[in-house]
């Protein structure tokens, strides 16, 4: 296992400790609770925002907690969930009495945790908590963490478009049905060239032949669709494709397109992923408005990628385009 | 060989369309010259400045075009200088009048095709023409590909502090003046956890035993200063630190420091780098104004990282804040 760390155990919070020292200008940071904090939080009348999971997928939350997205972000070990005490704990710290939201990805252990972490917090406090559980991952219908499917990518372009409209001041019941038409509209699927090792295992999590690839994979490297024979770029945007815009109809409305790389793709590939895919949605007739190329979503040194396409409107661009300050996404600030 | 492409002999030109089709909100792209144009360029008035290298280390330079940074990048094939005609027409192409900065890294095809460059264009179309080679990396004197030292990280924090200074309209003199003033203050230092495949090539640049890491790395692979046991996060940051610390006095002002991932560093481990490389630098009474986490300048998909330190003042760390607005650093747009 070859890999810039101290201790196996120590992975997330030394690296929670780097996080706070380079971003202490917009965010703090509880080491114990491993939960990030958006520095001026709670913010008076604003509806907050909590998300969290295990830790591996950053950019993902921790990098965009901040102004225009979210209040805070609850940090679990790699590929864990966190437990409801820290998610507890994070929605009293961030209600500024209009109610939290609690943003999840389509995961067993994600979801029940933050159901009780909800409960609790409505019961000792009195806080309204609302959820959205994302799951966009065309892939797999069920799968070896997930009953239904799985939450992918769709989770980032919710953080920001949800985090723009509780910013603009609506209320936990609009905020709440932005994010259901997001994750309504929103569909990914990914794959991968090479698989990851979580630090505290030391192996890598599955095998792949020198000439094969995974369609279809979760972000924690469990199974895909199938194993494939190694593809050209332009037949892999075709296989990811495929499958999104047979579920959902992208036609007549401007799309979000985020092509996501999954840790270890360089930038290089990512960008001439992204042309082959905006051939093909041109040819479908898709009309791309927005578009996010670079690491958004890991598992961490996968190698790979995925694709995320949202339907939006009017309304959804232009919370988009709202302005958002985060160590992950930041613009008009 | 494993990579997300079509025939490797278009790696180049297949990313430089999905850039293109990425980021026509702010840039061009001439596929035929592979040269990457800030959208609004020539600027009238204003010092124009061009970089450009081998491809394979994106962001840099295509993902620096824009408003606060660069008008230009020439991008080579992988890990290749462009060619003189490419600088050449670039120039051209934006002089505002006020003459044109190239910013070249210290390779000697960079440095010899960026001259022939100059020459030309002068000659040919009497454009002023001030050059800055960067030569920030003190792991070896000379090396497979240089004379002297290479020029690598300083060159991310060079590009926005002189596109700082053009943008606010300071002239040619004055721009090369604060370019030398950024390359004369800072060192960085790399090191690679594995190695990299350049596509048209299809092996591995050089071995790496599972235990084993490569100290002082180039950005293309070349060797370091030696192999060493693969070692912790917190002796590797002191590794990387120590002949940084000992080439320049870092002391009594403010530090702007960029902790750089190869390409296939997970951001996780960045971040836990750069906790271990705060602690350091704040025992030995270096204070950190600024900060930069994660993938700037690479080398495709090698996993490992590189740390730059600038010792700046108040005009230098001004300048980094003034407003930038490219594909990969934005603020304050």
């Known amino acids: 296992m070859k890999k810039l760390i101290n201790d196996p155990a120590d992975v997330v919070v030394d690296a929670l400790r780097g996080f706070e020292a380079a971003h202490s200008d917009r965010v703090r940071v509880d080491l114990d609770l491993k939960t990030i ?23 993902m939350h921790g990098g965009f907690v901040g102004p225009g997205m979210l209040d805070a972000a609850c940090c679990g070990e790699v590929f864990t969930s966190p437990v409801p005490d820290q998610m507890m704990a994070a929605t009293t710290a961030v209600d500024g009495g209009a109610g939290v939201l609690h943003i999840v990805k389509n995961y067993t252990g994600d979801v029940m945790n933050f159901e009780m972490a909800a409960e609790m917090a409505e019961a000792d406090s009195g ?70 090792t979580v630090p505290a295992a030391g192996e890598p999590t599955f095998e792949l032949g020198e000439d094969e690839m995974e369609v279809g994979i979760g972000i924690h490297g469990e199974p895909g669709r199938e194993k494939r024979p190694l593809a050209s770029a332009r037949e892999i945007a075709e296989q990811l494709l495929d499958p999104i815009l047979k579920d959902h109809d992208f036609k007549g409305a401007p799309a979000i397109v ?76």
């Open 37 to 59: 904090y958006r520095k001026d939080a709670p913010k008076k009348g604003k509806v907050a925002l909590i998300s969290g999971g295990g830790s591996g997928h950053e950019p």
């Open 127 to 196: 806080i309204r908590v609302a959820s959205i559980v994302t799951d966009d991952d065309v892939a797999v219908q069920d799968s070896l963490y997930t009953a239904g499917r799985r939450g992918v990518g769709v989770t980032v372009l919710l953080e920001k478009i949800a985090g723009a409209a509780a910013e603009e001041g609506r209320d936990l019941d609009a905020v709440l049905e932005v994010a259901k038409k997001v994750n309504g509209n929103g569909r990914s699927m990914g794959m991968a060239l090479t698989s990851c």
């Open 258 to 333: 985020m092509m996501n790389g999954m840790g270890g793709t360089p930038l290089l590939e990512l960008y001439l992923m992204y042309g082959e895919v905006a051939k093909i949605l041109e040819a479908q007739g898709v009309a791309i408005a927005r578009n996010l190329v670079g690491n958004y979503i890991t598992s961490l040194e996968m190698a790979g990628c995925s694709v995320t396409l949202l339907r939006a409107d009017d309304e959804l661009v232009s919370l988009w385009d709202a302005p958002v300050n985060t160590p992950g996404l930041r613009w008009g600030c």
